[in-house]
């Protein structure tokens, strides 16, 4: 059995699945009651939440009866906004029991849970056939894992020939040299101590997919841009859509993250500023 990546423990709130419909006032689990945009100010749980994930879906190329997985999915934001909008089938994949329950409860409660398959597992040992996925997708999951050629190899396995391997995440600066300046300022939002980060620069993982037989398509820098956006930080929260249910204040990232995520996202927000890491959007192709 593969070793589970050691990481901070997030949705550590015993049946959080529950405590949310308990916090929404849902009396039937089973009932969609909302849309998937009425969650988004909450369920994105990257830098730059919603807009990041809108940003990197320009980049699929998909259509009803596409296969998407999406790897390490937390509470399903990004499944459901990629299902609702290109009506494809999206399964999603993550460690966290706690979270794999909430994404399935809140898919429920959206509709889309006829569309979206969640799957409490782990990356480096992917439950999916070869060439199973005509795309695969992550956000900010990357530094979570120690074994980056596992990782990628499991993505790469998946994957039909021709596929699309798309990612949004964060990076050590490679730019830095040492490994003192590579230190980063803890707790941040994936990690709260030094050996649950596992960072690396940019550069290992370009090496590691082309090594692979992924083609780069697209690589694109938005470190300035998610500067900006924890510059302009209010408490995580997108802006509103008057279009949008209001939910109560306590659906926010400390349940599902931790009481101290201010600190971390500050923490975050200051080795942004010190220069010590990038953010990438990139782009592969499987040949």
């Keep these: 059995m593969t070793k589970k990546p050691q990481t901070v423990q997030y949705g550590s709130k015993k049946k959080l699945a529950t405590h949310v419909a308990d916090l929404l006032g849902i009396k039937d689990t089973n009932a969609q009651s909302y849309s998937a945009q009425d969650f988004s100010t909450f369920d994105h749980l990257h830098s730059r939440g919603r807009a990041a994930t809108r940003e990197l879906s320009e980049f699929l190329s998909v259509h009803p009866g596409s296969n998407l997985l999406d790897i390490g999915c937390g509470i399903g934001g990004p499944a459901r906004y990629i299902a609702e909008r290109f009506v494809c089938n999206v399964h999603g994949i993550d460690l966290t029991e706690n979270f794999c329950d909430t994404a399935e409860l809140l898919n429920r409660l959206s509709g889309l849970d006829n569309r979206i398959k969640i799957t409490h597992g782990n990356a480096l040992s992917l439950p999916y ?159």
Excluded: C
């Design 129 to 287: 056939e070869d060439n199973s996925f005509d795309t695969v997708w992550t956000q900010h999951t990357s530094m979570n894992i120690a074994d980056k050629k596992k990782f990628y190899g499991e993505i790469y396995r998946v994957l039909k020939p021709g596929g699309m391997f798309l990612f949004h995440d964060i990076f050590s600066n490679e730019n830095i040299h040492t490994k003192k300046e590579r230190e980063i300022l803890l707790p941040v939002p994936w990690a709260s101590k030094p050996e649950h980060n596992h960072l690396v620069q940019e550069g290992v993982t370009r090496d590691l997919l082309g090594d692979f037989g992924f083609h780069r398509e697209i690589w694109n820098d938005v470190t300035a841009e998610t500067h900006l956006w924890f510059h302009n930080y209010n408490n995580n929260t997108a802006p509103k859509d008057s279009k949008q249910k209001s939910l109560p204040n306590e659906l926010g990232p400390e349940l599902f993250i931790g009481n101290d995520f201010k600190l971390r996202a500050q923490n975050l927000k200051q080795n942004l500023a010190d220069k010590k890491l990038t953010v990438i959007q990139g782009v592969f192709r499987k040949e």
